[in-house]
């Protein structure tokens, strides 16, 4: 039996745990549903922490201007004002629902991390920022009596009657079964797609699959070139791809190719500092130039018991795989990291389709561009779940919760998780045909690949997927330039026709558009 409610959200990361409190504050019903443990998403392993202005050297038209930098001409200013100005109010609300940052001497500590001209970020337990803030968001939500959160409930696809979206389908996981929910109003706040890559820092559940909900259902979706890959992700047999925070060469690390030389001088005079984008590249660089499969990060200037202090998550993980981060170098490459693109919204997660609304790192609101500035992903997460809420909350053409809507537009058979040989063979084509350096030939492969997979008979989950990662080639080719997180070795410049964002809509070809709000 179909089910109703007031509000559904997809997702329990930052955005979906701020959009339900917001939603169920006004005293509305909120399903939300995640796929696995409350706690299993990107926001969980947040390390560096939270760029906000709140220090006394510190104001909104730096933060605005750093970010402004890092998008590498493509953010929306409008949005990124929305992010610097609204920002603050939102952590000093976190703050005042439990959420513990580091202080010394009673008051916050802010550390300091590449592209940002202030020490902004503020962390929590070191390195385990993130993990702070699910537990306060969590605790917070359940406060709201009418918030119902639901784990290991995967969404696959969208319920979309007249051209709005009126519920979504779920594998129920007492049931075992397919079934839908209707509400006035779905929030996707399902996260990023790191997943399509073979290396990443992402957990599993990153399979961007709010992007192909929302993309299958008629939503617009901006940039999906833009992939940020994080330059210093472990790089050690048979450990995960674990990452070593910026964080750590803003405290003064120092990266090191396999002679023992700092080779960053070769490449950008901001050294390790330089935007992650840069510091990928020249990663990448001097692995070939060397002919290695990694770098190595290099703390051990530093003092061993304020290493410890610092970056205690690090210390221990690094240890259990046998490292010593105050002794040993550490290896290093770059793994995918950050979607800079996803689900177009305006200001206020309003996605091109009346009755969804998206937030957090699932969507492209034009606070990135074409590079995002380490550390702003928890503070969009905040910022757009709480708008998205008062958007959905004020919508007043919003018919009630209806079960009656036919639901014979189901796309694939369901089989709630990805077929494993589709990811390994997407994730392979996407890390060697759509990585971190690109040209044509390679991504026209990587699409015929696709387009071969998408022939064959496939679960609604792994459609979702290639799906996904063709979408991020076809941004790609498209893209005739580099930019930001976007590097064509057929196009190395940067061209100023270039300079507005792709659109992708379902059955229709790549468009442009100057920015993203609409
Ligand atoms: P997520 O936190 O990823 O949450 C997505 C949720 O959606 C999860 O609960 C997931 O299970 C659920 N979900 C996904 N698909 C489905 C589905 N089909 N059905 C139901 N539920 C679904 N950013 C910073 O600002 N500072 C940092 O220090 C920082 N460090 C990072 C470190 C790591 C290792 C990583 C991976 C990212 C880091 N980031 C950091 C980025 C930041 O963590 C994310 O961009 C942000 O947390 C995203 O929040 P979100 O709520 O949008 O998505
Ligand atoms: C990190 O700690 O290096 C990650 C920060 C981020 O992705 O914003």
Not at 358 to 365: Q, R, S
Not at 370 to 393: C, I, K, M, P, Q
């Amino acid at each position: 039996m179909a089910l109703e409610t007031d509000y559904v959200v997809i997702g329990s990361g930052v955005a979906g745990l701020r959009a339900a409190i917001g939603l169920a504050r006004s005293g509305a019903a909120v399903s939300v549903l995640t796929k696995d443990r409350a706690n299993e998403s990107n926001t969980e392993y947040a390390q560096g922490g939270v760029a906000v202005v709140l220090s006394d050297d510190d104001n909104a038209e730096l933060h605005e201007d750093d970010t402004l930098v890092a998008g590498a001409g493509l953010c929306d200013s409008r949005a990124v004002e929305v992010l610097v100005n609204e920002g603050t109010g939102y952590i000093k609300e976190l703050i005042d629902w439990g959420t513990e940052f580091d202080r010394e001497g009673g008051k916050l500590v802010f550390t300091r991390e590449a592209a940002h001209s202030r020490r902004r970020i503020l962390h929590a337990h070191g390195d385990s920022t993130g993990a702070e803030f699910v537990r306060s968001l969590t605790a917070r939500a359940a406060v709201e009596r009418s918030i119902n959160l639901t784990p290991f409930a995967n969404t696959e696809s969208l319920i979309v009657r007249d051209g709005r979206c009126v519920g979504v389908r779920f594998l129920d996981p007492i049931l075992r079964a397919p079934r839908e929910i209707f509400a006035r109003g779905v929030i996707l706040c399902t996260g990023g797609a790191g997943q399509l890559f073979q290396h990443t820092t992402n957990p599993s559940v990153a399979t961007g699959d709010g992007m192909a909900m929302a993309y299958f259902a008629g939503a617009d979706l901006a940039d999906m070139e833009f992939v940020q890959f994080h330059p210093t992700a472990l790089d050690l047999a048979g450990a995960p791809r674990f990452l070593l925070s910026e964080a750590m060469r803003g405290e003064g690390g120092k990266l090191r190719n396999k002679y023992g030389e700092r080779f960053m001088s070769l490449y950008d005079e901001r050294l390790e500092l330089a935007p992650r984008d840069i510091v990928s590249r020249s990663i990448v660089a001097e692995m070939r130039r060397t002919g290695t499969r990694n770098v190595f990060l290099d703390m051990t200037e530093l003092d061993g018991e304020f290493l410890k202090g610092r970056f205690p998550k690090i210390y221990e993980t690094c240890m259990h795989f046998g490292l010593d981060i105050s002794r040993d170098a550490l290896p290093v490459s770059p793994a995918s990291h950050y979607c800079m693109g996803g689900i177009r919204t305006d200001l206020w997660g309003r996605t091109t389709v009346p009755g969804l609304y998206a937030a957090g790192e699932v969507t492209c609101t034009g606070v990135h561009g074409a590079n995002r500035l380490a550390s702003n992903s928890l503070l969009e997460g905040l910022v757009f779940g709480a708008r998205s809420a008062d958007a959905a909350l004020s919508d007043e053409s919003a018919a009630p919760a209806a079960t009656s809507a036919s639901t014979a537009d189901r796309r694939g058979k369901s089989a709630g998780s990805i077929s494993v040989a589709v990811k390994k063979r997407v994730k392979r084509v996407m890390w060697e045909r759509v990585g971190i350096l690109r040209d044509r030939s390679s991504l026209e492969r990587a699409i015929a690949e696709f387009d071969q997979i998408l022939t064959g008979r496939l679960d609604q989950a792994s459609r979702n997927f290639v799906t996904l990662g063709r979408l991020v080639a076809a941004g790609a080719i498209w893209r005739e330039e580099s930019r930001g997180g976007h590097f064509r070795l057929d196009f190395p410049d940067q061209h100023e026709e270039f300079r507005v964002h792709s659109i992708q809509r379902l059955d229709t070809p790549i468009a442009s558009a100057s920015q993203i709000a609409f």
